[in-house]
């Protein structure tokens, strides 16, 4: 079974602070990915990763920073944490697909609350 | 810029009835379409994909349609069931490697 696991289930951080949310899968995909998760608004994705060290922007890069060190690692950075990024936050996985594109499995989700 | 179209926002069915959502996208490349379905305090869980050179594709209660030449894609769940009540989200590929999701559909199944 795939696993993906993210550090926090819930966070409640001050605003202006550093925020790190960690995201870790056990099944040696090649990519990952950072969505935050609002009502009426799906998921959007922040930033992608195909390969360690490599970073792409999603289409909410802004205010948010990544690290992938490791394959089975990757690190979501709010460098200055504000209210407006109280989100639902969804890490995934995928494997490099044969035909393209492939299942995403996702983590549990870290409900990050702003003051 | 690349979009994805979910319809309807909410839904409600009898149990045993059909339910049908309806996603339109706006980037001609596209060429995969997964649907989601995340269950109440539950991760998103793929339930059903397509790639551009099928039209259909069936797995037992579940379907998913796709038209290229009208760009809509659409979710089928027939004899639905109270389980079947959770968030439903398409999504499709773009040609700059992301998936776009849509605005989601609340289906609730009333028993």
């Known amino acids: 079974d795939v696993k993906v696991t993210q550090s926090s289930r819930y966070l409640v951080k001050r605003t202006g602070e550093k925020v790190f949310l960690e995201c870790v899968q056990d099944?040696?995909?090649?990519?990952m990915f950072w969505y935050r998760q609002d009502p009426g608004l799906g998921l959007r994705l922040i930033y992608f990763s195909y390969d360690v060290k490599m970073k792409e922007k999603g289409d909410i890069p802004e205010g948010y920073s990544v690290s992938r060190e490791k394959k089975e690692r990757f690190s979501l950075i709010l460098e200055s944490a504000s209210t407006n990024q109280t989100s639902m936050y969804l890490c995934?996985?995928?494997?490099?697909?044969?035909?393209?594109?492939?299942?995403?499995?996702f983590g549990p989700g870290t409900r990050l609350t702003v003051l | 810029g690349e979009n994805v179209e979910q319809h309807p926002s909410t839904l409600s069915v009898q149990e045993g009835d059909s339910a049908v959502i309806k996603c339109t996208y706006s980037d001609s490349a596209s060429n995969y379409f997964p649907w989601y379905k995340q269950e109440l305090g539950k991760r998103p869980q793929l339930i059903i994909d397509i790639r551009s050179n099928v039209g259909e594709k069936k797995d037992q209660r579940i379907a998913v349609t796709l038209n290229k030449t009208a760009k809509h894609f659409s979710l089928h769940i027939t004899e639905t069931q109270p389980e079947d009540s959770a968030v439903y989200f398409c999504a499709a590929s773009t040609n700059t490697d992301k998936l776009i999701f849509g605005t989601g559909t609340r289906l609730q199944v009333f028993p």
């Open positions: 995934a996985s995928s494997p490099l697909g044969l035909a393209g594109w492939s299942e995403q499995f």
């Open positions: 099944m040696d995909h090649e990519n």
